[in-house]
């Protein structure tokens, strides 16, 4: 069982940035890969980042290719995603997730986070 906790959303100019943390409760974080996913007003939830156990492999989604950064720190249970060059359409609910192995699909998530949100003003 993995408690995901997220942080770190707010209100922003485009072109602005925004550190997302999610801190992880348990002993086994660093066991899980992790994702964060995110869900516009009306929309689906998204696949956002990814990344691996050992923090030496990553995935995009292409919208965010090149601006945002996904990254972890296991001795601190947390996993991030740095967001820079903001965008309005950027404006979500941002979720983070562990899975079991890395996905990019909604299903293959095992736990997520309650979410915070992240207003991207032009």
């Known amino acids: 069982q993995v408690e995901l906790v997220e942080s770190g959303g707010g209100l922003v100019q485009a072109g602005g940035s925004l550190r997302l943390s999610c801190a992880a409760s348990?002993?086994?974080?660093?066991?899980?890969?992790m994702s964060w996913f995110r869900q516009a007003p009306g929309k689906e939830r998204d696949f956002v980042a990814a990344i691996v156990w050992s923090g030496t492999n990553t995935y995009y989604a292409d919208s965010v290719k090149g601006r945002f950064t996904i990254s972890r720190d296991n001795a601190k249970n947390t996993a991030y995603l740095q967001m820079n060059s903001l965008k309005p359409e950027d404006t979500a609910v941002y979720y983070c997730a562990a899975s079991y192995s890395t996905t990019v699909q909604v299903t293959g998530v095992a736990y997520w986070g309650q979410g915070t949100q992240v207003t991207v003003s032009s």
């Open positions: 348990g002993r086994t974080f660093s066991s899980y890969a």
